[in-house]
Structures are given as structure tokens and as C-alpha cells.
């Protein structure tokens, strides 16, 4: 699980509650790595305590459209 989210987010804090970021240098080397924008999705809703806002999701999508241009 660490090894597949640090494919696309940088880890923040490491602890008890773990918190990453998401950006796009970090989205686009998780595309570059063979990632999808959908395979990054799946990941972060199993594995997110609660559901990817959809702010979120609209970044990702952004990001991929621009990698994927």
C-alpha cells in the first residue's frame, strides 16, 4: 500500500494518521509510472477514511487530461 500511494502523492506525515499531497509533479510521475487516472482514484477511495472530494477528483482529472495531451 506505501509503495502505490507514493507512485502518485507525497507523503506529509507518517504516524498513527498518515497524511499525503497530491499535486501535479506527484500525479504526473504516478501516470509516467503506468498509473491511470482511474487506478489512482480506486486507490485513494481504498485506502481514504472518507470519500476523494470532488475538488480532488476534478485536479486529478486536469492533471491527466494535460499529461495525457
Not at 507514493?6 to 497524511?19: E, I, N, P, V
Not at 487516472?37 to 494535460?66: C, M, Y
Request: glycine fraction near 8%; charge should be positive; include cysteine.
Amino acid at each position: 500500500m506505501i509503495a502505490r500511494l507514493s507512485r502518485f502523492a507525497d507523503w506529509k506525515t507518517l504516524g498513527s494518521a498518515c497524511t499525503l499531497q497530491l499535486d501535479p509533479e506527484s500525479v504526473y510521475r504516478g501516470l509516467e509510472a503506468g498509473l491511470s487516472f482511474e487506478s489512482i482514484v480506486q486507490t485513494l477511495e481504498q485506502h481514504g477514511t472518507r470519500g476523494t472530494p470532488a475538488t480532488v477528483l476534478d485536479s486529478l482529472r486536469t492533471w491527466s487530461n494535460k499529461r495525457e495531451r
